[in-house]
């Protein structure tokens, strides 16, 4: 069965340390692998996906398909990272059909001053 | 930056009765999508739609779940006779088609939160 593990719920950081948010997946398909992101009383937002390979807000994330992760990195945290992370894998369908996207159970990324 | 808008963003009602959560998903966009999450667990998929026709459904979307898009814009999901379990916060997606096998990014809207009581 397809699913997303993130393996802690709060994660807490003082400004400045480097992060690293924990998603591994289970799928046998080739995967299509996300992070979104929630801050406080918004909505989810993509903050990047495997395929595109590149760094937004000084994240980056490198799927690992021999142990099937995708973590993503920061170096140096900024308080204005706090929020709730969530690792998320797509199961694309054949042409004409969506693929739906199975989530981790996220990640709270505390940032302290 | 074009946004999928969802209302009402707090629901009450009581068990038994329907509800009808509406969404204006991205305005070219073609595949609709409705994701729930319960207090403290995870976002999980409901269903996706594309060409006026469900394309696939969790476990989750029993018969009290219907989906609908009743014009150009809107994107509903209906529930029959709500339950205590129901109460969560629902999500609405769309993704652009860009004619490939792979699913695009979905973009979600803010959330509508219901409450049965």
Redesign the interface.
Known sequence: AQRVTQPEKLLSVFKGAPVELKCNYSYSGSP?L?W?VQYSR?????LL?H?SRESIKGFTADLNKGETSFHLKKPFAQEEDSAMY?CAL?????????????????TELSVKP | EPEVTQTPSHQVTQMGQEVILRCVPISNHLYFYWYRQILGQKVEFLVSFYNNEISEKSEIFDDQFSVERPDGSNFTLKIRSTKLEDSAMYFCASSEARGLARGDTQYFGPGTRLTVL
Do not use: D, P, V
């Open positions: 299509e996300f979104y918004q909505r989810l937002q993509l996906r395929i969530y797509s199961l694309y369908m054949i042409y004409n059909q969506g693929g739906k996207l199975i989530f981790g159970q996220g």
